[in-house]
C-alpha cells in the first residue's frame, strides 16, 4: 500500500468506532507493553548500536519512560477516557454538562534521533490510548532503534491501527503533503516551521516540540561540587544530545574559576581522565553532527576537553570560556557534549544573555536565594524548569512537557499526553420537564430586566 492508501485504510477503520472501545484500547496497550517487555535487551543493544547509548542511560531515559507511560495509561485509561460531568450553568435549568474526550482520527508522529525510542513510543502510546489511529515516522538516523521500533508495531498492531513509516526528508515531506487529523512533531526548530506550514493548509491540529538554547544560572549561593556534579550528569547525558540539556550557563564571574574546577573534578568522577575510553559516553549521532560541533569549537577559549575524533563520532566533554554572544558556539542550539561558561554581575547581565536568544525549552538556575530564585522564574519565558537540577521536570508525569513561542507548541506526558491527542466536546443535555420562558420572543422590558438580574446573579 502506498502512504494515501495507509492513511485511507487507517481512516476507514477509524469510523468503524472500534478505537473508541476502551476495553480495544487496553488491549492494543498491554499488547504493546508485553512486546516492549519482550525486547529489552534488543532495544539496549539497538541503542548502544547506533550511538553507543550506554545501557543504564537507556534503561533511565527511554525504556523505563516508556514502560512507566504505558503503565500509567493502562490504570488511568478508563477514568481518563470516560465522560467528565461539568457542573451545569444555572442560566439553563435544567441540564446536565458534560465534556466528552474525542480522538482526533488518524494521527501523524514524527520522531527524532537523540531519544529515537522515547520519541516515537510515548506519543505513540499516549494516542492510542485517546483512540487514535497512528502513522509513526521515526528517524532515518537510528535506523537499527527505527527498524526494531517497526518489527515490534508490525508484531502489536493492524496497519489499520498503527503503522511505522521509515524514511528520511523525501518521506516525511510526502506525509507531510497527506490530510490529518493531528500532527505530533518533535525535532529542531525549522523543521518545525515546515510542519506547521504544512498543517496550516488544512487546518490540522499540531503539537510541536522543539528545541532552542536552554540557559543555565549560577550564583555565588550553591554548593559547587553538589551544582558541578548535577550539571556534568544532565549536560553530558546522552552525549549532550538532549533538547532539554542546559546549552550553556552563565555562572556568578567571582566562582567562575571554582565552578570550572568543580566540573572538571566532577566529568573526571564521571568519565575517567581518558573519556574516549568510558563505557558510559555516549557517541554523536554522526559524522556530520561531529564536524558541525568540531566548527563550533574553531577558535574557541577551550577550558577542558575539546578532543574530537570525526570518524568515530567522538567529541569529549568540553567546557569553554565565553565572552561574545556572536562566537558560533553562542549562534545555535549546540546539542552535543560542549558547555560554554559565559558570567555576570548583574541581572541586567543575565537578561541581557537571555532576551538575545527566542524562549527557550528548559530553564535552569541553582541557587540558594530564593527572591532571586522566584524573581527570575516570574521575570523569563520558558517551556518548563528546575530549581538546583537539571532535566529532571521531565520525570513527572503530572508536568506538562513541552515549549513555548519557538521552543515549541503544546504538551505531553501523563495525562496531559492523553488530552493533547483528544478533542475535549463540550455536551449540554437539557431537561424537558422545565422550560422558562424568558428567552422566547416576543421580548419584553420585563423578560429584559429579568434577564439582567439572571445574568448578574447567575452569569
Ligand atoms: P530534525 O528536525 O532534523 O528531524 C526530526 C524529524 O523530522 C526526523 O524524523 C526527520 O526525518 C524529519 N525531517 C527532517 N528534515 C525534514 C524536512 N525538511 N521536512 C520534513 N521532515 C523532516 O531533528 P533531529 O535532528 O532529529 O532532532 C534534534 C532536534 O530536535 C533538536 O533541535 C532538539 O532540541 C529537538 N528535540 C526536541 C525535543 C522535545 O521534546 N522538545 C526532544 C528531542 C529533540
Redo the contacts with the bound molecule.
Keep these: 500500500m502506498n502512504i494515501p492508501e495507509i492513511i485511507n485504510a487507517q481512516k476507514a477503520f477509524f469510523k468503524t468506532q472500534q478505537t473508541k472501545n476502551v476495553a480495544y484500547r487496553l488491549q492494543l496497550l498491554k499488547a504493546l507493553k508485553a512486546e516492549i517487555i519482550a525486547n529489552e535487551d534488543a532495544i539496549y543493544t539497538a541503542l548502544n548500536n547506533d550511538f553507543k547509548k550506554p545501557k543504564f542511560e537507556s534503561f533511565l531515559s527511554e525504556y523505563g519512560l516508556v514502560i512507566s507511560a504505558l503503565n500509567l495509561s493502562i490504570k488511568n485509561l478508563k477514568k481518563w477516557a470516560k465522560p467528565q460531568r461539568v457542573k451545569a450553568s444555572i442560566l439553563m435549568f435544567s441540564s446536565k454538562d458534560y465534556i466528552y474526550n474525542e480522538p482526533y482520527g488518524t494521527v501523524l508522529v514524527?520522531?527524532?534521533?537523540?531519544?529515537p525510542f522515547l520519541?516515537a513510543l510515548e506519543p505513540l502510546i499516549m494516542a492510542i490510548a485517546a483512540g487514535n489511529t497512528v502513522i509513526l515516522?521515526?528517524?532515518?538516523?537510528t535506523i537499527n532503534t527505527s527498524n526494531l521500533i517497526e518489527k515490534i508495531i508490525t508484531k502489536v498492531f493492524p496497519e489499520t491501527v498503527v503503522k511505522t513509516i521509515q524514511g528520511?526528508?523525501d518521506t516525511?515531506?510526502e506525509l507531510?503533503a497527506q490530510r490529518w487529523d493531528y500532527i505530533f512533531?518533535?525535532?529542531?526548530?525549522?523543521?518545525g516551521k515546515?510542519?506547521a506550514k504544512a498543517a496550516a493548509k488544512h487546518l490540522t491540529p499540531v503539537t510541536l516540540?522543539?528545541?532552542?538554547k536552554s540557559p543555565c544560572i549560577i550564583d555565588q549561593t550553591v554548593n559547587l561540587k553538589l551544582t558541578a556534579k548535577r550539571i556534568v550528569w544532565g549536560k553530558f547525558l546522552n552525549g549532550g544530545q538532549t533538547?532539554v540539556a542546559a546549552d550553556y550557563v552563565i555562572v556568578h564571574k567571582a566562582i567562575k574559576n571554582d565552578f570550572v574546577e568543580a566540573l572538571i573534578t566532577e566529568i573526571k568522577n564521571a568519565y575517567g581522565e581518558n573519556v574516549e575510553f568510558s563505557e558510559d559516553f555516549p557517541r554523536i549521532i554522526n559524522e556530520k553532527n561531529t564536524k558541525r560541533l568540531a566548527n563550533m569549537l574553531n577558535g574557541a577559549n577551550i577550558l577542558y576537553g575539546g578532543n574530537v575524533a570525526i570518524n568515530k563520532c567522538y567529541v569529549s566533554p568540553t567546557l569553554v570560556a565565553v565572552n561574545d554572544m556572536n562566537t558560533p558556539l553562542m549562534k545555535e542550539?549546540i546539542?552535543g557534549p560542549i558547555l560554554p561558561i559565559l558570567t555576570y554581575e548583574t541581572e541586567t547581565d543575565i537578561e541581557n544573555i537571555i532576551w538575545h536568544y527566542e524562549k527557550p525549552?528548559a530553564f535552569y538556575i541553582f541557587s540558594n536565594n530564593k527572591t532571586f530564585v522566584e524573581n527570575t522564574l516570574a521575570k523569563f519565558e520558558f517551556g518548563g524548569g528546575v530549581v538546583n537540577d537539571l532535566l529532571i521536570h521531565l520525570a513527572n508525569h503530572k508536568l506538562p512537557?513541552g515549549?513555548v513561542g519557538h521552543s515549541?507548541i503544546g504538551a505531553y506526558h501523563g495525562k496531559h499526553g492523553f488530552d493533547t491527542f483528544t478533542h475535549k466536546k463540550a455536551i449540554v443535555k437539557r431537561g424537558n420537564w422545565i422550560d422558562p420562558p424568558v428567552r422566547y420572543a416576543p421580548y419584553s422590558s420585563k423578560k429584559f430586566k429579568l434577564l439582567k438580574t439572571m445574568f448578574k446573579w447567575f452569569g
Excluded: A
Excluded at 512533531?185 to 523543521?191: A, D, K, L, R
Design positions: 514524527i520522531g527524532p534521533w537523540n531519544y520519541l515516522k521515526p528517524s532515518e538516523l528520511g526528508v516525511s515531506t507531510l512533531f518533535t525535532g529542531s526548530v525549522p523543521v515546515i510542519v516540540e522543539l528545541g532552542g533538547c542550539e546539542f525549552l512537557f515549549g515549541g
